[in-house]
């Protein structure tokens, strides 16, 4: 049995790279196509023919000079794009239901085999909060854990400094070029120098409004639990402890005054069984039982080989699996009974839809239309 750790080839990571920048494949997509095809490359050359079996005449696909561009500019930074399955891709960030296929690291990654507790809170946060905020990632750095943020002003921001010499992880919403907010540069290098920035997205992307709920899943995916300090209702905080939630990871947070806007989010996470923190033995004690969680990641299945010409039965299964959907989710078992078709069948199908731009995949494996 061979038991050598896996690691991509330059040119395997050059395809992987092509493949998750390739339009309309997301993470979920990617560890499909990758299954289903046998590898990234085999992936890349069929994307064209399954998106115009789809309806999409062009697609867009990085060719391979621009995935070459992209890793020699990161590495200028000194980032390098890590394969999940290799050795140093973060562990728990294995077990989320869409976890990046390569995360750009910059810095000592050494911090991801050590237990991490992510923090995330208020931007426009109250001096209370951001001094408590501070002490509990001093404390937690203290025992032994890496301190998890988004790099944000304010919680994050004080997460972050405090955790600096016992190590860090900044999440980045956009890419290693484009830091958000700009203000928080030097706070960054010095991040970097001892811990480690990440990101998920291309090297120069620029983070849009969308790209933050999408980071908030790598935050939370990275920790063993989550603690929030101070957030308003309906703020990001909270869509970073839903995502925990969904992810089997602990949430934390800290009460605060009623008549405090920024405390609504934390109060109410309290009510709906988060548990209380007053201090960092509080969330230390309740994660030791959930440390060394480990999951299996992408599988390696035989490569399959889709005919070039399109038959009209094929084109009448996808225009089937189609009509079947609808903006409700539903599970990929439920569509394979209703149309009466081979799984393998199923999944070109839902291929060709997706490329197209016309189904949604979603967490659970539940798929709906556009």
């Known amino acids: 049995m061979n038991n050598d750790p896996f690691r991509l080839t330059e040119d395997q990571r050059l395809d ?8 309309n494949v997301g993470p979920r997509t990617f560890r499909l196509l990758v299954n289903q095809f046998g590898g990234a490359g085999p992936a890349v050359r069929l994307l064209p023919e399954l998106a115009r079996r789809g309806g999409r005449s062009i697609l867009k696909i990085p060719g391979r000079d621009e995935a070459e561009a992209e890793l020699k500019e990161a590495a200028r930074m000194g980032a390098r794009y890590v394969a999940l399955g290799e050795a140093d891709y973060p562990k728990l960030l294995r077990e989320i239901d869409d976890p990046p296929p390569l995360l750009a690291v910059r810095g000592n990654s050494e911090v991801f085999s050590r237990p991490a507790i992510a923090m995330v809170g208020a931007r426009n946060a109250s001096v209370a909060g951001t001094r408590y905020a501070a002490q509990l990632a001093r404390e937690f750095g203290e025992a032994g854990f890496v301190v998890v943020s988004g790099l944000a002003r304010g919680i994050d921001s004080a997460a ?8 860090t992880v900044a999440v980045l919403a956009g890419g290693h070029a484009k830091p958000y907010p700009a203000e928080n540069e030097k706070l960054l290098e010095a991040i970097v120098d001892t811990g480690t920035a990440v990101s998920e997205m291309p090297h120069r992307w620029e983070p849009r409004a969308r790209d933050f709920p999408r980071r908030n899943r790598l935050i939370s995916g990275l920790a063993a639990g989550v603690v929030v300090v101070e957030a308003a209702e309906r703020s990001g905080s909270l869509i970073t402890a839903r995502l925990a939630g969904e992810q089997g990871r602990e949430v934390f947070a800290v009460p605060g005054s009623p008549a405090d806007p ?48 399109t038959s009209q039965s094929a084109d009448e299964l996808r225009e089937r699996v189609a009509s079947l959907l609808s903006s409700t989710p539903v599970t990929l078992d439920e569509i394979v009974r209703e149309a009466g078709a081979k799984v393998g069948d199923i999944h070109i199908a839902l291929f060709e839809l997706e490329l197209a731009g016309r189904i949604e995949r979603h967490g659970g494996g539940l798929i709906s239309l556009v």
């Open 262 to 309: 920024r405390a609504g989010g934390t109060n109410r996470l309290i009510k709906d069984g988060a548990t209380l923190v007053t201090s960092a033995a509080d969330v230390i004690e309740n994660l030791k039982p959930m440390l060394g969680l480990s999951h299996p990641i992408i599988a390696r299945e035989p490569e399959i080989v889709i005919p070039t010409e």
């Open 16 to 23: 992987w790279l092509r493949l998750i920048r390739a339009e």
């Open 160 to 167: 972050h400094r405090a955790s600096i010499s016992t190590g």
